[in-house]
């Protein structure tokens, strides 16, 4: 009989294939399109029953979603991309996510991993000494950059789901691949869990490659993640010639330097590490008028959701406050947001555990102290914890060309095949976890 | 039979006389308690019938009333220094104001002439050289000093209404002699048109001597006076422990200086002259701890009542605003006030006339451009007017060792005996101005 | 003998001809090299020697001048558009103003008349009530719009050449006719001036229709502008990510913010109006990253050159010292400025008696109170008087089919022959105002 | 042969006389001349050598120091409550620190012990359920009180002092007593080190009480102090007249304002914990006259020195900017500073050890999470790590009538005998800790 190893030897071309095409054509948040038609073909293909678009994305709970336009645009360009047209009009407007469930048809637990499929807001190196671009895979979309790896990601969540479907009558219990859009700008997770896809889910497991853990370790269960929410403020006011009838102008651009200021005053806290950020200020449209307008994109995080929400409310209360000073009217909106989180200790002492005996690692750790960074799988942690469900974030480590983010980005391809036998195993293993506990 | 001229010069000795002894025991604002009983006497025993007290200034429109503490001890002090018990009553709690009428039983307007008693908040000068000190009439209460010329304005009332009481026969009408407290700080005269003291005013003269017109000269209308707002911020907020608990503070010395800010941000009016200061800030208990408390002493002002009611009402947007902000309450204040204002064209014509026709300046003017200052006397002919009567701000030319609000400021006396020999020639040939018209 | 008035007339349809033609291919500030072509051209044609472009413009002097980039594609344009290439050359890079001169050979002054060619950075109405759009000459260019009536000033300029040149034989002295670029924005008069082109100029004129006075009304030497400086301020910081590291970021927002703040508590200044604009803001480059780029489009005016310059000195420090605050570059760029202006009495009065005479207007002014504006031609006026001309400003009345820097803006052309009729009577009759002096 | 248990049971009442007498005279920082003067002469009478005054406190690296006269009136006022005038000397002007040694003859370490003396600025409670009150030792120095528990600190250092001296025989090495004044507003420590009263120390401990440890817990190294620097910011503009010339004004009030708003946007540091607070904020002089004046009372933190560091420097950049702005002048004052610190592990865990084996204690820990407060002994303990010595700070728990800085502090005073018989066994054991290391 083939063993895991085995099977996950035999995929590790198709893996660099798949991943090599959805690098070649990477697409942003809430536009992956393309990426989700294919993705879905090679699951139905391997005989998993599907929940599509709208089934497992709750519209309203969608944050920071591109313009009807752009939407528009995006799909017409994946089509012509080849997004298979079979599948496409369950993504069709924003709704670009995937839940594919195994039923063993023996008992046991829901186990749940979630990959992520979207790109960055980015143009790809074009230096000749940028891997992609040297084999020919670089992005073809302008502006659009798998710069994070989640490209290897959705690889990993795809050869997962052939592996576990090979085994499956070692299995038991159930298992839902949950393919999600738009984790940048911590955007797409809440709109999955809100439509519920984590409710049943007693064994949950996020992951991502890279984020400077070094090649041969493992974070079994990471806890830096900031809580954080993403808010679009547009200050709206009356605009007045500003050297003939200054007192007729209602000023959107002091407004906005007012509040500037006190939310960059926010941030003292005695419950830990609390953050608030101006990062764009756009405001008025000629030197000899008073502005009219200002629009702010903040983010406000936090070491914890406590501490976050603290910041956020009083947020909220700093923007209208300024805009009453100056008699203009205010408008947030939510471009996004992620939570904090504690991984279940058990859940990831049985990762540890796991990864250990896998010997595929030189160095398993629990935690490590990393630079105050935001995931939006927190949301689906926090909910399988909430309904009494372990729930753990695991850290591939791998060699990466350049820091994430960067238009150089690129990661060694072998890590696919690593995390594929890591996850795989966890769910051959799973029965061992209950008699521990 | 003795002309106007014999009456004012037998006067002069006595008005150095009442002008010195003013000048010692000289009473702030709403502490006019000596100088109250003093005039009332010296009106009564003249013969003039009085409204005092609470019959001539509204209590609720008083502005910027010290303390109850303060007006105890200061009426003590003034029993002590000589306040006249048998009138003192009318004043306690704050309403020295005296309205003297003289009725001469034949036909014609009623004219009103209005001085103020008070004086300001400051130490008089102990220099060798300063003349009041020298010649043994400095004030000797700490804190209050007649650095504005008021001692004399109340003198010239005295005078004025010895000399009309003397020539009684010759007017006609009702003559009105109005004494009014506080004017400095603008917080006394709007309690007096709250009483109604100028309602059946047809002919309306305020003065004023110095303020850096030359002497020998007088202005017969002068409009120079901005509108004014006085206005006391209270900031109250939480306090906490700011290295321990910051958070759990609510600052309200953020939200004085945000405030402070938007404030001076206000004055730009197509309108004309517009002016904001927050000219004292008071905040906070202690280095380590959460500001909980902050006030402001803030004035508006403006070339109109129309651009002075833009900015004051801009202004409480602003400290609403700035409180919201910052998660605080604020009170607002109200602690003097004035208008701006244009004399009656007529009645300044006139009073030019009789002034040339005296002989006794060497320059007449109507108006002159003057440094932007506020008084209150503005409410008395904003009144008149609006009621249909002619109304008038003269100046007095004169002297000064000193300018107004200086610790070594002193005028001349001789423009005692020069004002009221102007203001009775107008009284004694009222019916001229009649006929012109 | 052919009078002005018939010249006048027979001008009318060609002074039509130009001014659409103009209209219809408006150019903006700096590159009105298609009108500078046509414009030189006419004026050779009739036999003014010219001084053309950088004769006539100090490349350094100039303020707000577009990138080499726009400069090098407009120029194209212009090209394309029926610039004419052999006068090209002299404007190329921005040098778009041409000086005619006209010696009479007769003993007598030199006068000066200065008209704008340039455009408004806006979208032309397409709205089919809007007359250009009607007839057909609306601008074919993007973002450029003659909605301030330059087109027609220009017209009046090449009006003015012809009849002057046809009268020639009954002028005395010598006549310059200024065409000048980028007055809007107050760029273009201040590099003439340097280049000295109005420094032998005795009798200075300077005009423009509209602005809300009247038709059948002119304005002989209108007094109304505020001094100006247009300044572009760039702050440097230093990028870092917000969450991760936001002390090794040095914020150009926050230091713009409280530069803002700062600026807009400038404007009170007992000299008179004073008046600060930050009316753009753009800053930062995502949600995130500590914003290392800040631009403010600033004015600062005065209503005088005194208040402006206090105003301008105070608000280099402001912005020196908001950038110490935030350990950022702070560079300011000079992009425009104009002066306050006292026309000359004596030659105000000689406009107004010569306006009267003509029988064209139902009301001849000297000044009229308007809104606060600024104007570059005071550059001229201040240098022609500094150096003992005299100089004015006149402004023809007329019907507006909506405010100047509307999208649907336009005059009623009858105008033009006015004002030419107006201005060749002045030159006409140019030897009665050295009589009468 | 009497144990070290015998000798403190025989102190307890000596020890209750010396602290209620040192509550009923509490001195503030700087001022504590009496307290001073009695423990020298105990110390003397004990026979301990003694270094007083400048001898251990360095004058210019006093911080937060009190005017000359407030220092001689306090001198007085000492003397009349019965300072002994044979000692005073050494501390007039400010310099009330003694160091007391022990050198024992035989071969050693040198052991340091740290108390504190001074009382904070506050009024004591006249409530007659206070126990001082109650018992007759309340502070009789009004705006003076015990309410930190330094009277205790100094009394066990006392109790400490008699304990050694008379079991000597049983000790080797050197000890030294320290007895630092103002340590309240961190003031007084960095003086005593830079006059190198713990250079030559090898095992140093600091004490306090109470600090929210319950009864009955010791904490043998606490760790959670934050580096702090106190600083006064004078701002000095010019007045002028706000109505009439505002633009002669420099303000000050207004450059606070801005100073204040980015002091508060400075804490955001991935250091960690970070702090900024304008505690007070006084500014201005009247109403109407732009301020010309303005203090701020701030305090930077940090939980590392390189975090308090960064900021104050940042601060400091800040305030010369915002002074730039307005061009107004700025000062800095140091008031106070402190360190953060992390107890040598080893000491901590022989201080640990030892209480353990004292069986006085129900909880023996070796940190404890607190409120994040400073403490200036950090400088004492820096030094002698920087030096290659052990050093810690030591917490005794105890019931607290209430809390610190509050006016109804009190202690339970059995602590006092708990806290000496742990300090005299560290030093009487000492010679077990060299032989672990």
């Given at each position: 009989m083939k063993t895991l190893s085995d099977h996950v030897s035999a995929l590790v071309p198709q893996m660099q294939t798949w991943r090599r095409d959805l690098h070649q054509f990477a697409e942003s948040g809430w536009l992956e399109f393309r990426t989700a038609t294919l993705v879905a073909e090679e699951l139905h293909r391997l005989g998993y029953p599907l929940k599509l678009g709208r089934e497992v994305i709750d519209a309203d709970a969608r944050m920071g979603l591109p313009s009807d336009a752009v939407l528009a645009a995006q799909e017409a360009r994946a089509l012509e991309q080849g997004a298979l047209p079979q599948w496409l009009s369950h993504f069709s407007?924003?709704?670009?996510g995937i839940v594919a469930t195994l039923e063993?048809?023996?008992p046991g637990p829901v186990m749940g991993f979630r990959v992520d499929m979207d790109a960055l807001d980015l143009n790809e190196s074009s230096a000749a000494d940028h891997l992609p671009q040297r084999e020919g895979?670089?992005?073809?979309?302008?502006?659009?950059?798998?710069?994070?790896?989640h490209d290897g990601h959705t690889t990993i969540g795809l050869g997962l789901a052939r592996v576990l479907m090979a085994m499956k009558d070692q299995l038991s219990g159930t298992i839902k691949l949950i393919f999600q859009p738009a984790e940048e700008g911590v955007r797409g997770a809440k709109a999955m869990v809100a439509a519920g896809v984590?409710?049943?889910?007693d064994l949950f497991t996020a992951i991502h490659l890279g984020t400077g853990v070094p090649a041969g370790e493992i974070v079994c269960g990471s806890d830096s993640f900031l809580a954080t929410t993403k808010l679009d403020v547009q200050f709206t006011g009356v605009g007045a010639h500003a050297g003939g009838r200054p007192e007729e102008g209602r000023n959107a651009l002091l407004a906005a330097a007012q509040a500037t200021l006190a939310l960059h005053n926010l941030?003292?806290?005695?419950?830990g590490v609390a953050r608030v950020n101006v990062g764009v200020l756009q405001a008025g449209t000629g030197r000899n008028v008073v502005a009219d307008t200002a629009l702010m994109k903040v983010e406000t995080r936090g070491v914890s959701n406590q501490v976050n929400d603290d910041i956020y409310q009083q947020a909220l209360r700093v923007i209208a406050g300024a805009a009453a000073m100056y008699g203009v009217e205010s408008e947030v909106k939510l471009m996004g947001g992620a939570r904090s989180c504690t991984p279940s200790q058990p859940w990831v002492a049985f990762i540890h555990q796991q990864a250990e005996a896998l010997g595929l690692f030189n160095s398993v750790v629990d935690t490590k102290q990393q630079a105050a960074g935001s995931e939006d799988a927190t949301y689906m942690l926090e909910r399988v914890q909430q309904r009494g469900g372990q729930a753990s974030y695991v850290i591939f480590g791998c060699e990466l060309a350049a820091g994430h983010h960067n238009a150089k980005f690129d990661f060694d391809e072998a890590i696919m095949a690593t995390a594929v036998q890591t996850l795989a195993t966890l769910a051959l293993n799973q029965a061992q976890f209950g008699s521990q506990q």
């Open positions: 407007g924003g709704f670009c063993t048809g023996r895979f670089a992005s073809c979309n302008a502006g659009m950059m798998h710069a994070c790896g984590v409710d049943d889910v941030p003292q806290h005695s419950g």
